[in-house]
């Protein structure tokens, strides 16, 4: 018996090639319409894209049943459905993101002063400005504006239906200013940050894995007409297995570039998209319109972030700012613990188990559950701080 044959297309299955994509089977994954009624929780759909409206979703999710059918809905419209999806409002009160605006740009013109931060993945150099670890200079800076910011339950519940529990929040400001070049087509981290030949060195089931460790996001922190540049987007393009590797190829992007979609946006609306849908920002051919977003790249508790976080220089910071806004009665419970889960580390390892041992259940005591139980018990500061750095402590080798 022959088994070339089956060996070979064995091969193929598992190792994805640049060579062996297929513009018409990517073309028979593109080429689809979104259906509203599949969506019912959405307001609208636009050029394919699915609208909802903040307030409406989150009066949806009153009961544990209804929040758990929205959380599964926002989940396949990221998996098997357009891939992206609109949330208007989602900061109703957008004095919060005007002041971390002025804290944004206080950094971008330090940075300018100094010489220091810019750059981009996809674009040249030149016109934009970039903050690396927005997350953590947010927090430093202004600890009670960051605690506000995060505060916000539309990007707790997307973050949670695409990732579960114990998500790690990551966040990079991307300010296009007029006559700022567009980006190239891409994927995201992962293995959108890769080679060629990299990629093709991973199997096809890490290839369907990378989308899932992280989810993408933005917050508007201005008005986003069209002639601004906000995102562009090829709606279900994340369904094909081997686009990390497409996109590498003339013919793809010539496709992308034919057949995007753009929506505006207004200041204080979020959207999230699966990191494998193709994706780039736009020229902002405006003449006076600076394009600020804020980007969330939110990694699963299983993944790897992609940026290095002080999680414990930000707890003991953002801290005191939480026990007062706690104490009067500014933020509910349930804003704290997401202002917390977008701070503290949110999984138990890794950690050195002869000095950290699982005591009183299955894995050690996170940062996130200390800061809970400091907070619960009215801890004063310093004794908060010296708790974190006994608890960092165990964890070293």
């Given amino acids: 018996m022959k088994t070339d044959n089956t060996a070979r297309k064995r091969v193929e299955r598992v190792w994805l090639t640049e060579d062996s994509c297929s513009i018409e089977a990517f073309r028979a994954e593109v080429e689809r319409r979104t259906d509203p009624a599949d969506y019912p929780h959405a307001t609208d759909c636009q050029k394919n894209i699915l609208i909802y409206d903040s307030a409406s979703l989150l009066a949806d999710c009153g009961t544990d049943d209804s929040r758990r059918a929205a959380l599964a809905e926002i989940c396949e419209v990221l998996a098997e459905g357009p891939g992206v999806a609109v949330f208007k409002r989602a900061f109703a009160d957008t004095s919060v993101i005007d002041q971390a605006s002025r804290i944004f740009d206080e950094i971008i013109e330090e940075q300018h002063r100094t010489n220091r931060g810019g750059g981009d993945h996809f674009a ?11 997350l953590e200079k947010h927090c430093l800076r202004s600890p009670e504006n960051f605690a506000a910011y995060y505060a916000n339950a539309v990007v707790a519940l997307v973050s949670e239906a695409w990732l579960g529990p114990h998500y790690q929040m990551t966040a990079q400001v991307n300010r296009v200013n007029p006559g700022g070049a567009a980006q190239s087509a891409h994927r995201d981290y992962h293995l959108g940050f890769q080679t060629s030949a990299v990629i093709e060195q991973y199997p096809a089931h890490v290839h ?11 917050i508007a922190h201005c008005d986003m007409p069209l002639e601004s540049g906000p995102t562009l987007f090829l709606p279900y393009s994340q369904s094909y297995v081997p686009g990390y590797l497409a996109l590498k190829r003339p013919e793809f992007k010539a496709y992308f570039d034919e057949n995007h979609v753009q929506l505006p946006l207004e200041k204080g609306d979020a959207v999230f998209f699966n990191p494998a849908l193709f994706h780039a920002a736009g020229t902002n051919r405006s003449v006076d319109i600076k394009r600020v977003a804020n980007l969330l790249q939110v990694s699963s508790a299983f993944g790897r972030a992609m940026e290095t976080v002080d999680r414990e220089r930000m707890c003991g910071v953002l801290y005191p700012a939480l026990k007062a806004l706690a104490a009067d009665g500014t933020l509910s419970a349930g804003e704290i613990a997401n202002a917390i889960a977008s701070c503290a580390e949110g999984y138990s390892f890794p950690t050195n188990l002869d000095r950290d041992p699982p005591l009183g259940g299955l894995a050690p005591k996170t940062q996130a559950q200390l800061m809970h139980e400091a907070l619960a018990a009215g801890w004063e500061t310093v004794a908060f701080v010296e ?8 964890k070293k080798s």
């Fill in 208 to 218: 369907k894995l990378s989308p899932v460790l992280t989810l993408q996001g933005a």
């Fill in 387 to 394: 708790a974190l750095a006994v608890q960092a402590e165990k």
């Fill in 124 to 134: 040249k150099p030149g016109a934009n400005d970039r903050i690396w670890n927005s």
